[in-house]
């Protein structure tokens, strides 16, 4: 197929080619006044166009469609019997650029399913007896006994035997996190071990498995996506029987078969054969800019037809990555020490939650202690030494005696749908470290600009719980969401919108590979997804930020508007030439340079889809973009200040009244020393060099009143300090009025972060 399209590719090209150079060379002889041989050029560069051309029609008959190359044979048919041999050859070269132009706005990408077959197990290591041995997947039967090492695949479904497997399953799920399945239990093909060696009891041979039925949906939904009709093709169902109808009209009427002539000639669709095909190519030229890479034209016309967008979750809207949200610390322990000694001894381990306490450590500048005696479990976490104490880091079970810190911490993380990793030291409980991933800066934004370009119904996907799904949900305001989806749900749900509305779908894993190819338009995340699903794709966004895909729809809604715009108004200007050559005022010689004086003019109003639009993003000043990558960064250090208000005023309900007063004065140092500096300096800063680039202060206004909000609550905690008996302690007649302080801050300092993000730090590159 691949030859097939090439072999295409290149007589399209060599078609162009050798009518430009017929057309070049018939003026170069009529200037040397050499008429006959200008005539013979120009007839030879009529006919090299008419073969093709015919070939055109009949594919385009046996598809059921009439297109607008019927006008143009008949244009150069009747060119060659009325011996207007100028008029063919400038019908030619226009009618070779239109194709060479649709072809290259049209050139669809292969969807073969290589990553997934390249990534799909060939063998599997069968155990019979104390016999270890590699044979062919194929050769794997149902209750065979096979053992599968550490960073291996799966081959094929089957049940857990001798010990719990801890399983990457983002292939199948999209889920980052590590899933642990104990003995007994069910597992699919396709997760990788992300554990110690396990054995299994093969339930399905390799075909029946799951990683062979992932490659089979997207090779039988990628067959059933079909092709996009050429945007010409639905005006010549109108345009080409008029244009017969006034040619007709011209010869019986008038009695010339000149003027007939004449009017085929200025009524070649020019303004269809060129005016999409260069608005199109424009528009895959800027999207290509932002990082946007769209496979074909077909692809970019129908994404600026999209109403509806199905999302995955996990790498699309949110992070992919778990991040610590907070550290607890058993009282009377510092949180940052409780952080460092797991960090200390998960410093070196390569699960991606410990990768995330050591990037937690190194963004709080803490110092890392180097580790001994290090035993991890996969699955239950890691055991060490770390200076010169037992530390253990880890799951742990939560009892109905443990601690009321401890049910707090385990309850907060059902409420967040976190995960929670406990800290012990020398055996006993001395903190927590929750994490989740978090939700992408840019998704907010982005999913209010493509509410704006067009799309009117957002649904979210995923293989993940309900409960952190549909927070996800909640905060940006999708209108459905659909949890526990596996790869053939997925491809069910996005058929079923495909049947209301054009509809896009965007994905990052090789689990989202069958339902990219089963939209009308799939779009992969690919500056960290998988190879299959970029290759599933008509869309890769090769920058990891969603918020491309909105500049891609607003670029191909634009570019859509801008070719329908040409081609309706190169089709006017064709009408009245029409009309003209049918009453003997227009030569076909005069007609065929009047048209290119219309295609000329249709070209250049097309080609304004390379010009950025009015409406477009604004662009952040280098001052103000190196401003927010400052404040940005900043954010991400001063979480733990956030953190640390939260905590404070927990304390007041359950530590002695000294013990509170010195966590609210800790705070009051952080506050005073940290946050309300970065305050200030965004307000004096950040948002007058935002306000420029915005339009003006009212952009930044609303945020200026938080940080007034901020001001007050601030000042207020520090009145409550002065506020103590005589013993220094705080007043019990205060204490509530304090802990209200305390937790409105935590929320005004939580969405004021948000916010910000949300709007101003996410338009930064």
């Known amino acids: 197929m691949t030859r097939v399209r090439l072999a295409r ?26 008429p006959e041989t200008a005539d013979l050029c120009w007839a030879a560069g009529t006919v090299a166009a008419v073969a093709p051309s015919v070939v055109w029609i009949l594919r385009a008959l046996h598809q059921r469609r009439a297109g607008v190359d019927v006008i143009a044979v008949l244009a150069l048919g009747g060119t060659l019997a009325v011996r207007e041999y100028l008029a063919g050859a400038l019908i030619a070269v226009m009618l070779a650029t239109g194709r060479a132009l649709e072809t290259a706005a049209r050139r669809r990408a292969s969807r073969d399913l290589s990553t997934l077959v390249r990534h799909a197990p060939r063998s599997a290591r069968r155990r019979t007896g104390s016999e270890v041995c590699t044979v062919a997947l194929a050769e794997v039967a149902v209750d065979d006994l096979l053992v599968v090492g550490p960073g291996e695949v799966v081959p094929v479904n089957g049940r857990v035997v001798d010990r719990s497997a801890v399983l990457d399953e983002s292939v199948l799920t999209g889920e980052s996190l590590p899933v642990e399945h104990g003995r007994g239990e069910l597992v699919r093909s396709g997760a990788v071990n992300a554990g110690a060696a396990f054995e299994l009891r093969a339930t399905a041979t390799a075909e029946d498995s799951a990683y062979a039925e992932i490659v089979r949906l997207a090779r039988q939904a990628g067959a059933e996506t079909a092709p996009v009709v050429r945007l010409a093709d639905r005006y010549a169902a109108w345009f080409v029987p008029l244009s017969l109808v006034v040619a007709g009209l011209a010869w019986l009427v008038g009695g010339s078969a000149t003027s007939a002539v004449a009017v085929l000639v200025v ?96 963004r709080r500048g803490l110092e890392l202690s180097l580790p001994a005696d290090v035993d991890e479990e996969p699955g239950r976490g890691a055991t060490g030494r770390v200076d010169g104490r037992a530390l253990s880091v880890g799951r742990m079970s939560i009892g109905a005696e443990a601690a009321a810190w401890v049910r707090a911490v385990d309850n907060r993380a059902v409420l967040d749908g976190a995960s929670v990793v406990w800290v012990s030291v020398d055996g006993e409980v001395a903190g927590a470290v929750l994490l989740r991933d978090p939700l992408r800066r840019d998704a907010s934004r982005a999913l209010r600009r493509l509410r704006s370009a067009g799309i009117r119904r957002l649904t979210m996907l995923t293989g993940d719980r309900a409960a952190p799904a549909r927070e996800v949900a909640t905060v940006l305001g999708l209108d459905d969401v659909r949890t526990g989806q596996s790869p053939a749900d997925k491809v069910a749900a996005v058929r079923a919108e495909r049947e209301r509305a054009v509809t896009v779908m965007v994905g990052d894993g090789v689990n989202d590979a069958p339902a990219l190819a089963a939209a009308d338009v799939g779009v992969a995340m690919g500056a960290r997804g998988s190879g299959a699903s970029s290759e599933a794709a008509d869309i890769v ?31 006017l200007m064709s009408l009245a030439a029409m009309v003209a050559a049918a009453f003997g005022l227009l030569p076909p010689a005069a007609g065929a340079l009047l048209q290119e004086g219309i295609d000329v003019a249709v070209i250049l109003n097309a080609l304004r889809v390379l010009l950025p639009a009015r409406a477009d993003v604004q662009v952040l000043t280098p001052t103000a973009e190196e401003l927010v990558h400052r404040f940005a960064a900043e954010h991400d250090d001063l979480r733990e200040v956030v953190e640390a208000v939260r905590a404070a005023a927990d304390r007041l309900s359950e530590a002695p009244r000294d013990e509170a007063r010195a966590a609210v004065e800790q705070v009051h140092r952080l506050l005073t020393e940290r946050l309300l500096p970065h305050e200030h300096a965004e307000e004096h800063q950040l948002y007058p060099a935002l306000a420029d680039s915005l339009g003006g202060p009212e952009a930044t206004a609303t945020m200026s009143r938080a940080h007034a909000e901020i001001d007050r609550l601030a000042g207020r905690i520090a009145t409550h300090l002065t506020l103590t008996d005589a013993d220094g302690r705080l007043r019990p007649e205060n204490l509530d009025d304090l802990r209200a302080c305390l937790y409105g801050l935590y929320g005004v300092l939580r969405l004021h972060f948000d916010q910000e993000e949300e709007n101003y730090f996410s338009l930064a590159p």
């Open 267 to 362: 009524a070649t669709p020019c303004p269809l054969l060129l005016a999409a095909p260069v608005a199109i190519v424009s528009g895959l030229s800027r999207t290509a800019r932002r990082g946007v890479v769209v496979r074909d034209g077909g692809a970019l016309e129908s994404l600026g037809k999209a109403r509806t967008l199905v999302l995955d979750k996990t790498g699309t809207l949110t992070a992919g990555r778990p991040r610590v949200v907070d550290v607890a610390a058993v009282p009377g322990l510092d949180a940052r020490e409780v952080l460092r000694r797991a960090a200390s001894l998960d410093r070196f381990s390569p699960h991606v939650l410990a990768q995330a306490l050591v990037e937690e450590a190194g």
């Open 541 to 571: 966004l090769t920058t990891d930020r969603v918020d491309r895909l909105a500049d891609a729809m607003g670029i191909a809604v634009r570019a859509r508007r801008i070719a329908v715009q040409s081609a309706l108004g190169g089709m």
């Open 9 to 34: 590719y290149g007589a399209d090209a060599l078609l162009l080619a050798v009518t430009t150079a017929a057309l070049v060379a018939g003026g170069v002889a009529w200037l040397a006044d050499a």
